[in-house]
DNA sequence: GGTCTTTACTACGCCTGACATACTACTACT
DNA sequence: AGTAGTAGTATGTCAGGCGTAGTAAAGACC
């Protein structure tokens, strides 16, 4: 077993997509291709579970949804963070010390 | 909000509570006690979530179950780590040395 | 003596996020 | 012609956490 257990992670996709909408728009297959990038490809998200991130930041008001035709002439969808997502981002990183923190007890290393 | 969030701490209930059997057998609300107070109040098991837990770590072999009957005079159900257990729980410390590697490429502090 | 709190669970069922599987469609390369 | 890369959509399953409720016995308090 060398990777990263879906439980773990779970609960972080969105900050993880959130953060990397942070400083520009971006589309699904490009933030998964920086995930496996930044990650030094320790973590790979699967397809599915990004799409159904969107979907549901979305529906939270997290991001927001535009068609755009790219430079090649496609039409691909991307996604801007809100305001709002910007908080929850932040909310989340202040419970990622929290958590941290609590997790820490109980590892021994 | 203040507090984990469950999506965070999932994949990880099951390690905390192997930790405390490390050094010697217990039983569930004496662990869920131990879990508050190690955590400093920062999280509270939710009974449902520790009897399953318990529940699927048996099954998956990584404890044994007892019962005894404590200096009270009440009948508990005891916990004890197999050596399955432990070599799970040194697995889920690796993992999350890693999970935290990947994550904090995310997190804004 | 009656009620409240703590201890120590069990049963049932719902919800959410991750993921398996499959399918579409277009481009570029070989 | 076939493969790899790009960029998704659709559908359904599964596991873990948790809400709600109920049981039962011991001790505390008023």
Tied chains: 1, 2.
Excluded: P
Excluded at 38 to 55: C, G, R
Excluded at 70 to 83: H, L, M, P, Q, V
Aim: one cysteine or more.
């Amino acid at each position: 077993m060398a990777g990263i257990s879906s439980d773990v992670i779970r609960g972080y996709n969105d900050t993880i997509i959130l953060f990397l909408l942070m400083d520009r728009d971006s589309y699904g297959y490009e933030i998964s291709k920086s995930i496996k990038q930044m990650s030094h490809d320790k973590y790979v998200i699967k397809e599915t579970t990004l799409y159904s991130a969107f979907t549901r930041m979305e529906k939270n008001g997290y991001v927001r949804s535009y068609s755009k035709i790219a430079e090649n002439g496609k039409r691909r969808t991307y996604y801007r963070i809100t305001d709002s997502g910007r908080e929850y981002y932040l909310e989340k990183c202040r419970e990622w010390e929290l958590t941290k923190e609590v997790v820490e007890h109980f590892i021994r290393n």
